[in-house]
């Protein structure tokens, strides 16, 4: 490595040392460099060895991947994987009637490929709502059938992950408007509007979600004239619409509050009206401003839908809920949660990551906000 | 639209803009006290004075940034009142350059051209953008067209507001104090393209503490002071012999350096 026959202060600094020599040097440097740096090493490989390695037996190499039971996997005591294959189907698409079942599947894949289209840099606001559109009217067919063949399946029997990202991006949807008008309203000149909005924000706030889904779902029919009746799926998606566009009020105020008078100054002095001046220079930068703290609702949000089941209906975690009370299957807990943790966690970390993004490139390509 | 009368004929005797004394309070605080002002088409008005005086205060009246409370405003005939839609033609017709430039961040220089011809005056995107194109050219920065205001330098940005107001084709334009926020090698630049308007014979109304630009291209000067017009006059005699005991004291200090 070193050439001995240079002087010494050279030979140090004389060519790469090889990859192992170089490893080593990094580990001393930043793992042992001191006596709480060692110590907090030598927990930290002792931890790994406890935690991670069992959980890697658990999960892959003691696991069971296909049985009857249960009983056969306590046998090789890893994790029952063979449960999904008994219940997986169940989990996904709950009791819409078995031999229809490729259309909710149909639905997933409509519902990844319409996010993934949006997600695209460049997507034009205007193609966005053809597709999002005839996306929401191809689900609607594909959900309720009663055409070419297809047999209609009544909203009681839509179940599972296809429910979960019906009243997911329904909900948000819904409550996106409903968030933006109220936060606009909040700020109005006109005293009835804002004070409709901050009663309407600090109603909605002040109340759990589980009570306003058992008020959506038991009080609503009670207002209804006799012989007209919604759907419980829509009575609960009103109620997270009108639950998450209060929070949504206050995250896109937040980006409203930013924005600098001048820039209203401006809008005002060229001469465009209120709904100009709001859609084309105040929302574009407040939203801009606001995305973090909207993804952040959105994906509370998402997870929030699991509540639903508290009215009765079954969305994915409730259909794996069911799939435990088989006395074959009694035991599967860890496994049936985990898949449910990771289902979630796929969205959550998408939509994430996508904000991330979405903020980098904004900052980058110079069109989010400034202060002037 | 058609319930709001529409500029009378050209005369170079025209009142474009006339304050009939009006009054401004902030809460208590009296800011525009008895202003009377009328300024004709073609005229170009420099407006100076000490730094809270009320000059910002009363061209911002102009086209309602600021509200009156008493008295009349008449811009090409027009009265200022709290109605929208008469505020709404009265800015289509009043350009305003702001110190702080204000572009909109979020639109490229082109956007930020385009954007009130297009929905404002419903004109169409290619003729929009045409014009934009010539205007850039006329404020010589025609290569920063698809770049965004943050890209740009400040003397950059302030013709570009310049050139996004004239995109209007206002009748008289407003600056409110355009070279202040500026760094001193960028305020030529400015200052220029202002002259050059002036001399195409827009109307104009500056308020600027910029002396050789009111010399050169105002035809009065208005000295303000404590929310009052203390002195109006062409600009030969306002600054060989300015009457007021305040003007002298304030045309001392600025002019000292």
Known sequence: ?372 | MASIPSAAPQGAEQKMIEFRAVHKWYGDFHVLKDINLVVRRGERVVVCGPSGSGKSTMIRCINRLEEHQKGQILVDGIELTPDAKHVEAIRREVGMVFQQFNLFPHLTVLENLTLAPVWVRKMPKKEAEELAMQLLERVKIPEQAKKYPGQLSGGQQQRVAIARSLCMRPQVMLFDEPTSALDPEMIKEVLDVMVELANEGMTMICVTHEMGFARTVADSMIFMDGGQIVETAPPKEFFANPKSERTKLFLSQILSH
């Open chain 1, 1 to 372: 490595m070193t050439d001995l026959a240079q002087s010494p202060t050279q030979s140090l600094e004389n060519g790469p040392p090889g990859p192992a020599l170089r490893a080593w040097h990094w580990a001393r440097g930043h793992l042992f460099n001191g006596p709480v740096n060692t110590i907090l090493t030598l927990v930290i490989v002792y931890a790994f060895f406890r935690v991670v390695v069992p959980i890697v037996r658990w999960a892959l190499i003691d696991a069971t991947w296909s049985a009857d039971s249960d009983r056969a996997c306590q046998a090789a005591g890893g994790a029952c994987w063979a449960f999904l294959g008994s219940w997986g189907r169940f989990i996904i698409f709950g009791r819409f009637p078995y031999g229809e079942q490729w259309r909710p599947a149909l639905v997933l894949v409509l519902f990844v490929v319409m996010l993934a289209v949006s997600a695209r840099p460049g997507m034009r606001g205007r193609t966005l709502i053809a597709i999002w559109l005839g996306g929401i009217v191809a689900v609607a067919a594909l959900m309720w059938g009663g055409f070419l063949g297809m047999a209609y399946v009544e909203t009681e029997l839509w179940n599972g992950l296809p429910l979960t990202l019906i009243l997911a991006l329904g909900g948000v949807g819904f409550a996106f408007p409903i968030g933006v008008l109220a936060a606009l309203g909040r700020r109005s000149k006109l005293p009835a509007i804002r004070w409709l909005s901050v009663a309407y924000i600090e109603l909605i706030r002040g109340v759990p979600l589980i009570t306003l889904l058992f008020m959506a779902s038991l009080m609503v029919p009670l207002f209804l004239p006799t012989g007209i009746s919604i759907a419980k799926l829509w009575r609960a998606e009103i109620g997270f619409a009108l639950f998450f566009g209060a929070y949504l009020a206050e995250a896109v105020r937040g980006g409203l509050q930013a924005i600098a008078r001048g820039q209203y100054e401006a809008a005002d002095a060229l001469g465009l009206g209120y709904w100009q001046k709001t859609c084309l220079i105040i929302l574009p930068q407040a939203l801009t401003i606001s995305i973090p703290s909207i993804v952040n609702l959105f994906i509370g949000a998402f997870k929030d839908t699991t509540l639903i089941t508290i009215v009765g209906i079954f969305d994915v975690l409730q259909d794996a809920n069911t799939g435990l009370n088989d006395p074959a299957w009694r035991h599967a807990y860890v496994e049936a949660y985990a898949t449910i943790g990771m289902i979630f966690f796929a969205f959550c970390y998408f939509m994430s990551r996508y904000s991330q993004y979405l903020e980098r490139r904004l900052r980058r390509s110079g069109t989010g906000p400034r202060r002037q």
